[in-house]
């Protein structure tokens, strides 16, 4: 399959293994079905017990897997009749973030997502899925488009952050996340998000205030990407592990925290390993989702989202 | 004594005091902290101070996070690093939020943005205008997530603020970078800032390194943000006080005046 993650490499001596024996005993005729059913079992074994108990920084490696399914992977294998549209009518049509129009089992919904490269060339269209502030003023249009024709919006995380650059500061890269912020508050359709890779920071918030937040099983969300918290912590980007651990960025931990709503699962190996199943796992917790969110009225939704964000926090009171 | 970090000019304290903190030979502004702004700006320097006993927890139990949090709030005299309340600015009555960059670097965590909304809706409820003094290196990375999710709650308070006709005056104090210039500072209806501020999502060391290239001496400052259309007016201290006033003023509607 190519690929493989430096944890995965017990998994793929023992896979070559199989493999040369299978071929060893069609070579020379040999029966080795019993051998190979004892290895097969044994590779299951060892699957399960990597990916039960993956350390954050080893999940994190699976959500920056370049294999893993993108926003426009979700679209195409979820939706029906996508349309996609272009631009944010005051600079340019920023790639790392795509949406349009598309069908959900029938009902119209706006479907908008970071989009990261498929390779080297789309990579560099994309700016690695790093949103200018062009990238979140296309997502608001958007999203405000549904909001008038009362679609739900359907939003896929997927960016390891706003894009750090000159240009992007000068265009206001601040106040086009903020703008986000302030403007998903308060749209009066049901708004889903799903973090389906990277959640890096303001640039994965600016699409991620919703009625909803749903989180990939190895997918992570964080404030700073692991590796800048450790430069500006530690003063040692090597660290970031450390911080993977100490920053709690992963689904289970959120979902502890109250920050998501849900966890999505995954094949073991990670999303790469079965899109279509992945997908399919995606559409049904989505369907779920919506299908309950459509019976309440804007106020409710409005207010929903409110208190969900409202009482996020940890704090207390000096005593005296 | 003390000398300008930019232009190295001595004075005494007094005389720099006198002159607001504001270097006489370059006009460079000094930091101040959320004390020093109050008693500054508000009205007989009172500011009627809400959640005035809110501190931080370690919902994460991060690496060192309980002692410094003891050590910032020592050296700052601060329980975080916003104070919030309400006063009166020219005799107008207001909600004010404060930012003290001597806690923590200004960074937000759950109390900043606890403070900052709960200061929004008491505007929000009262019908008074809101003022907010930013200054902040970002989030506050010992609270992971929660920081972040800060961002949207200050921003939803917001929204149900202005949906209500509320006005912000939202002023950039140097520095602020990250999470808070891109929630609530940003979302002003009227946008200050004093000289030589440095206003940004990213910092310029991070840019730096991420392009490659080396980037102009202003880049960022106030003055580059006015150019670029991120904020309304370059404000000297001097002026700040007297720019609310007029700002407020123009923004009230006097009995007996037709608006027709």
């Known amino acids: ?12 001596e023992l896979r070559s293994k199989i493999e040369e024996l299978r071929r060893f005993g069609s070579e020379k005729d040999i029966d080795f079905s019993e051998e190979i059913a004892r290895l097969e079992e044994r590779y299951t074994q060892l699957q399960q017990e990597i990916f039960v108990q993956l350390a954050p920084a080893q999940k994190m490696q699976i959500a920056r897997h370049p294999q893993r399914p993108t926003t426009i992977d979700y679209i195409q294998a979820i939706f029906d009749d996508y349309i996609e549209l272009h631009g944010d009518r005051a600079y340019a049509d920023d790639l790392a973030i795509v949406g349009g129009i598309a069908k959900l089992n029938g009902v119209p919904v706006t479907v908008v997502g970071h989009q990261k490269g498929k390779d080297t060339k789309d990579n560099i269209a994309r700016n690695f899925g790093m949103p200018h502030p062009e990238g979140f003023r296309k997502g608001l249009r958007l999203m405000k488009q549904a909001d008038k024709f009362r679609r739900p919006i359907i939003t896929f995380i997927d960016t390891p952050g706003a894009y750090p650059g000159g240009a992007a500061e000068e265009r206001g890269q601040g106040e086009a996340i903020a703008r986000n912020l302030l403007e998903m508050a308060t749209f009066r359709v049901p708004i889903i998000c799903v973090v389906i890779g990277e959640g890096g920071s303001g640039g994965a918030l600016a699409l991620g ?55 999505i699962p995954e094949p073991n190996g990670g999303a790469h390993r079965e899109i279509a199943i992945q997908a399919e796992s995606v559409k049904s917790v989505l369907s779920r989702h919506l299908q309950e969110l459509l019976s309440w009225d804007s106020e409710q939704l409005r207010q929903d989202r409110y208190d969900k964000y409202r009482k996020l926090g940890a704090f207390t009171y000096a005593q005296g | 004594m003390s000398k300008c970090p930019k232009c190295g000019a001595i004075q005494t304290s007094k005389e720099l005091d006198k002159n607001l903190k504001v270097c006489p030979s370059c006009g460079y502004h000094m930091k101040l902290n959320a004390r020093e702004r109050i008693h500054m700006i508000m009205d007989e320097g009172r500011l009627f101070e ?25 050296k700052s005299g601060l329980r975080d690093a916003v104070v919030t309340g309400e006063g009166t600015i020219g005799g107008f009555p207001v909600v004010c939020a404060v930012m003290s960059f001597d806690f923590f670097s200004g960074s937000m965590g759950s109390v900043v943005g606890e ?19 930013s200054t902040s290196g970002g989030a506050r990375m010992q609270e992971s997530i929660l920081s972040l999710m800060q961002m949207a709650k200050t921003s939803s308070a917001l929204a149900r603020f202005h949906d209500k006709g509320g006005l912000f005056i939202s002023i ?89």
Do not use: C
């Open chain 2, 115 to 133: 403070k900052i909304t709960r200061a929004v809706e008491r505007a929000t409820q009262k019908g008074y205008p809101l003022i907010v003094f």
């Open chain 1, 1 to 12: 399959m190519g690929n493989e993650l430096p944890f995965e490499q017990p998994l793929e």
């Open chain 1, 209 to 263: 205030v919703g009625n909803r937040v749903l989180m990939l099983e190895n997918a992570i969300y964080s404030v700073i990407s692991p590796n800048g918290a450790a430069s500006i912590l530690w003063k040692d980007a090597s660290k970031a592990d450390k911080a993977a651990e100490a920053m709690k960025i992963t689904a289970q931990d959120l979902q502890e925290m109250k920050i998501i709503d849900e966890i």
């Open chain 2, 172 to 260: 950039f104090t140097d520095p602020t970078l990250g999470g808070v210039t891109a929630s609530f500072a940003m979302l002003g209806d009227v946008i200050l800032a004093e000289p030589g501020t440095i206003v940004g999502f990213a910092g310029r060391i991070v840019i730096e390194q991420t392009i490659r290239q080396k980037l102009p001496d202003n880049f960022q400052t106030a003055e580059f943000n006015l150019q670029h259309g991120q904020l309304d007016k370059v404000v000297n201290r001097k002026e700040m006080r007297n720019t609310l006033i007029k700002l407020l003023d123009l923004h009230t509607v006097k009995e007996g005046v037709s608006r027709g």
């Open chain 2, 50 to 74: 809400y959640d005035a006993d809110m501190i931080s927890e370690d919902p994460l139990e991060f690496p060192g996070y309980a002692d410094k949090l003891v050590k910032q709030s020592e």
